[in-house]
């Protein structure tokens, strides 16, 4: 009897300790200020205030909260801790609002949550995810990785995406309607996840963020505690490692890429686009880091490309790459067909809104 109350107390403790975790992850999923969260809720500011410091509500309040948030009750009531979202990098904009930006923390816990549902079903992690660069040289780093996960020297990327889900790394849609940033990743629940934000699609933007998150997950830990000034060279040490990880670093793929600026033709250009899946304009500045070309020679391409091509084009509309994501809704079709259950219920089960579950495995 006593065991029982022990364990009863305990999980009373680790559920108040939690709670205000819990609840800043559903207030910035459910965009609520604090005060619009009180109303929604059916109570005073001054319960939100409590709730923050760890008193968690019951009965009409509890109910009140999840009506106001979409939440399940059960997630707020759990007593483990909410899953690590750990080196966390942002494919920052400067107009990127804060509030932004931790709703998309936010939606990583939600990941995490279904990660620790079905992590038996998940693919294995890749060795290569966890190699620690000695060097911080994105283009060597790049080619490095390619080598790592078994791509040859002139190998181009039918498709970024199958090519990360297969060692491991889980690639989901993000929460919303959001346009200010194109997509994020981190460690979440000791698993690499890139998030991408599914409104900011075109096909050739996807892979090169796609690449350039990798080399965030492979490079860096983190934009916490940084200066924008670091901040800053991460971001473009990444766009680096996206443009050498996307173009095979043979030699005669390089001569043709030198070739096709140099002569200023276009078909050639697109030639090689359409081989790499990365734009032209992504082209021409691997062109000017390898040293092919001097700025003034490389704008004057990028100026010409953009009026000559309709936008569509330059997006790559019409080339043969797909890239959707299918690891994680494999996972949670698995375990929802040997569990006997539905996707919508392991949501349940794991304590998010069954809408988040069904946007990250569409």
């Known amino acids: 009897m006593n065991e029982t109350i022990d364990s009863e107390l305990f999980d009373d403790a680790n559920r108040a300790l939690h709670f205000p975790i819990r609840l800043e992850v559903a207030r910035c999923i459910s965009d609520l200020q604090n005060k619009e969260l009180a109303e929604d809720s059916g109570v005073g500011p001054r319960a939100v205030s409590n709730w923050k410091r760890g008193v968690v509500p019951h009965g009409s309040s509890l109910r009140g909260l999840a009506g106001a948030t979409g939440f399940p009750e059960h997630y707020f009531m759990k007593s483990t801790p909410p899953p690590t979202v750990d080196r966390l990098n942002y494919f920052v904009r400067t107009a990127t609002p804060n509030y932004v930006r931790d709703r998309f923390t936010a939606y990583g816990s939600l990941v995490g949550e279904i990660v620790e549902s079905v992590r038996d079903y998940l693919p294995e992690l890749s060795p290569a995810l966890m190699w620690s660069p000695t060097t911080r040289a994105a283009d060597h ?7 790592r996960l078994g791509l040859a020297e002139e190998q181009t990327i039918d498709s970024i995406v199958a090519l ?50 990798l080399g965030h997950l492979v490079m860096h830990d983190g934009v916490a505690g940084k200066t924008a000034k670091v901040v800053q060279q991460r971001e473009k040490e990444a766009d680096r490692f996206a443009r050498s990880f996307l173009i095979p670093p043979a030699p005669a793929f390089r001569r043709r890429v030198q070739q096709a600026v140099r002569t200023y033709g ?17 082209i021409l500045t691997y062109a000017l880091h390898l040293g092919l070309e001097d700025m003034q020679f490389i704008e004057k391409r990028a100026i010409a490309w953009s009026a000559d091509h309709s936008t569509s084009h330059r997006h790559g509309a019409g080339t043969g790459f797909v890239e959707r994501p299918s ?15 539905t996707p919508e219920l392991l949501a349940r089960e794991a304590g998010i809104p069954t809408k988040f579950m069904l946007r990250m495995i569409e």
């Not at 890139?194 to 963020?209: A, D, F």
């Open 164 to 213: 990360l889900e297969r060692s491991g790394v889980l690639v989901v849609n993000g929460p919303d309607e959001r346009k200010q940033v194109d997509g994020y990743s981190a460690w979440i629940s000791d698993r690499p996840v890139i998030v991408l934000n599914p409104h900011r699609g075109e096909l050739l933007r996807s892979r090169k963020t796609i690449a350039h998150e």
């Open 327 to 341: 690891a994680l809704r494999e996972a949670v079709n698995r375990a929802a067909e040997d569990r006997r259950s």
């Open 141 to 147: 780093v790049a080619i490095e990785m390619r080598l």
């Open 266 to 282: 276009w078909v050639a250009l697109e030639g090689v686009q359409a081989n790499t899946g990365i734009s032209v304009t992504e």
